[in-house]
């Protein structure tokens, strides 16, 4: 099936996430405006306005009311799915970046970056049901990371925050005392920056991507490496099919490649790779850039794409999709 | 994926090569060359001594190895100086060298990187090594391997001639001279027996401009693409001269493109086969057409089109060795563009493209198409691997990626009669085979399938292990959702829904004896 082409934004895509039910997808880029869309045929229906800088990432509450994002603009902001409005503005002192909500929406993690002598921080904010009680405090601070923190998500149960950043290590921590409770192993971990970080439905386990060419699939609870997904562009983005055991892997360019990539006009490539036995299955090219964010639609049945070329390509699998004889060695 | 069987560094100083029937691996180096061999790994055989050499051939049966040097002068003003040997490849020892100048050595032919069009001794008849022969100024040097020395101890005169070509099969030359005089002598192609060194076929050309010749591989036809001017001498049009070499008396049957005009920009003929395909036309889409020689009219074979594909972004074409499939490429300009095509059914197979591809070569048996990139360009070296029905297969990277050989294959050990048995009932036998390939892709091998079991057992303990303490924290994930089971939704719905789709219907008579498996 031919993709749908969506162009709404004007710069480069950072982030897509599909909400719990599959029928919208939300979508953050460099320019100051999130976008929701309709997951089954990609119309736009609407921006979320207020930001006044890159978007970095967002997360949407499991009933689709609550949109949170991340900004450079040193802010997160809670919206109103539905109508767009600004909810509350919680401030910072450095960009935001990434965004994540906890189990039962309560509590939402929010990382920021090192600015002007702050060194990265994670943190735990409490999301009130009425907005009334709503505040910016932190229920929770996480420092003494020196690299930026790219993603920070919650473990099972709410239990633990999952931070991996540049200096190329996941480490998770205590949700309530915010002690260190494990690190990545250096050796068989990433070598370089960790670019994004994908967690499976049931949050035990998550699939890391990152600089050094590579996607990493982890357990969550006790951070051992289970896979390595080895590809030959540095790796910008990573999902893990709902429904079927393969995962996708988006990535970007060399700097020695720079002239070479003006002749590949949509050579840019998302690559699957079978999750158990490590091999790649096939790919999707389409992109005239780099991919910066990659989401399953939580049917399994489509996935869609955001480029550094601002497009999000909305992606039907073909029947044969299904079949690929090694999916189902069951 | 490929299995490495064997590697060494530092093997050879500037190429390799593959003996014709495969039993040995030459290497190039400043002394002189190696020839290799063995059954699993490769033990050194024989060494050929030859300071500098600069380029190996081998004759076709193997026996003979020719390696060349080029010295640069001490006075530039001087010619190099060039040195062949011939060495014996089993025993080593020179059973002839040839030293002269350059200026001995480079008349006609393309004038390659060297100087010199190489290979400058090209063999003839066959896998017998009996001859080879050289072009000179105005003569043919043929040698025998009997003596290492002329045949009747004297050239061949023919006045003029710029070029000629052996019968991949047998000892016949075929030789061009070229329009003398102002137009007063016509151009001639001929064809000469050889030892006997008798004329056996000849025609007149008139008005040529150039001429090239194209044997088929089993010596069974000869196409002479003669490039003429037109009467105001201001354009060029084209016509081909075909020659019958195995009917009797040799007949030559004229033959020219539907528009003569058009450039011909490739000619190939089908291995082993009576069909050839042609790239022609101007500007930057050509056409490719498709002829056969065996068209029958009024008792006298004749050539016929079988089709003509329009606007084709190819430049180039690969037969596979067994005939019947063409891949047509457009290499450089056109990028790495890939058409599988089979001939049998004039239709496309299937389409493909290897950016930036540099060679394009198919295995000896014609079930493989490998394609590469090598470091004339300096990125995105490698090769791929395709089947030869255009079905990618996978692909390597190797950086600094210089040279690719397939290993070529001995003489087969079937009869004539049961070659022509098979390829008569090739269907069948296709069928097949076609049907023990995907048996043995979809089995993968013992070892891969217990490798995959493994792995699989494996992940099903993890899945296991999470399952487990998913449920169990079942109840404290309620509470945080404010009492809400909404773990059904986590979860998702596994429903097999079987669904037929009709795909195609086709009709066939099966033959009773067919092995049904």
Known sequence: MRPVLMKGHERPLTFLKYNRDGDLLFSCAKDHTPTVWYASNGDRLGTYRGHNGALWSCDVSCHSTRLITGSADQTAKLWDVQTGRELFTFRFVAPARSV????????????????MGKTPTAQVKRIAEDLQDQTEESALVISGITGRINRAVWGPGNRTIITAGEDATIRIWDSETGKLLKESDKEAGHQKAISSLSKSLDWSHFLTGSLDKSAKLWDARTLTLIKTYVTELPVNAVDMSPTLDNVVIGGGQDAMNVTMTDRRAGKFEAKFFHKILQEEIGGVKG????????????????FSSGGEDGYVRLHHFDPEYFNIKMLQLR | MPELVYQKQYWTDSYIQWSPLGTHLATVHRQGAQVWGGDDKFVRLMRFAHPQVKLIDFSPGEKYLITYSSQEPSNPRDTHRVVLNIFDVRTGKVMRDFKGSADDFTTGGNMGVSGVS?????????????????????????YETDTFSLIDKK???????????????????????PELGGGNQPARVSLVQIPGKEEIRQKNLFSVSDCKMYWQNNGEYLAVQVDRYTKTKKSIYTGFELFRIKERDIPIEVFELENKNDKIIAFAWEPKGHRFAVIHGDGPKPDISFYTMKAVNNNVSRVSKLTTLKGKQANALFWSPAGRFIVLAGLKGFNGQLEFFNVDDLETMATGEHFMATDIMWDPTGRFLATAVTSVHEMENGFQIWSFNGKLIYKISKDHFYQFQWRPRPPSLLTPEKEEDISKNLKRYSKKYEQEDLDVSNQVGELERKRRTQLQEEWQGWVAKWKQLHEEERAYRMELRGGEESDKEEEAEYKEIEAEELVDVTEEIVAFDLDQE
């Open chain 2, 118 to 142: 190489w290979p400058i001794f090209r063999w003839g008849g066959g896998r017998d090594d009996k001859y080879f022969a050289r072009l000179g100024k105005n003569v043919i040097s043929v």
């Open chain 2, 155 to 177: 050239s061949l005169k023919v006045e003029n001639v710029v070029d000629f070509s052996w019968s991949p099969t047998d000892p016949i030359i075929s030789l061009f001279v």
């Open chain 1, 100 to 115: 994540d909500f906890a189990i039962g929406d309560h509590l939402a993690v929010i990382t920021t970056d090192s600015f």
């Open chain 1, 287 to 302: 992109h005239f850039g780099p991919i910066n964010a990659l989401a399953f639609n939580p049917d399994g049945k489509r």
